[in-house]
């Protein structure tokens, strides 16, 4: 049974930074196989695409709100993908959740929640003003 298993959230200020990790388990491919995603659903909205990477780490997807701020990163060997938060602002305030997709040969990005098979359970992020 897959697991995806996020950490790093938590209550910081504006203009903070945070690292998010986010570590797979279970899996029935090797971690390579999987493009990973970042996503983030504050309350009473849909849950929005925040940072995309392929399988090889070498393709790189930001929405723009974060783009300049966030900085989505893998490790292969470690199963685990990071996000990268810098200069953090009140709007970022959301929980955050990663999400995997079975890809095997792609080396695509996925923008869309509806791509991805697995989902951790999220991790809240507050930004205070």
């Known amino acids: 049974q897959v697991q995806l298993v996020e950490s790093g959230g938590g209550l910081v200020q504006a203009e903070d930074s945070l690292i998010l990790s986010c570590t797979a388990s279970?899996?029935?491919?090797?971690?390579?196989?999987?493009?990973m995603g970042w996503f983030r659903q504050a309350p009473g909205e849909q849950r929005d695409i925040v940072a995309a990477?392929?399988?090889?780490?070498?393709?790189?997807y930001y929405e723009d709100s974060v783009k300049g701020r966030f900085t989505i990163s893998r490790d292969n060997a470690k199963n685990t993908v990071y996000l990268r938060m810098n200069s953090l602002k009140p709007e970022d305030t959301a929980v955050y959740y990663c999400?995997?997709?079975?890809?095997?040969?792609?080396?695509?990005?996925?923008?869309?929640?509806?791509?991805?098979?697995?989902w951790g359970q999220g991790t809240q992020v507050t930004v205070s003003s």
């Open positions: 999400a995997a997709k079975i890809v095997q040969y792609s080396t695509n990005y996925y923008t869309e929640p509806r791509d991805y098979q697995y």
């Open positions: 279970g899996l029935s491919l090797t971690f390579s196989n999987y493009a």
């Open positions: 990477i392929n399988r090889g780490g070498v393709h790189t």
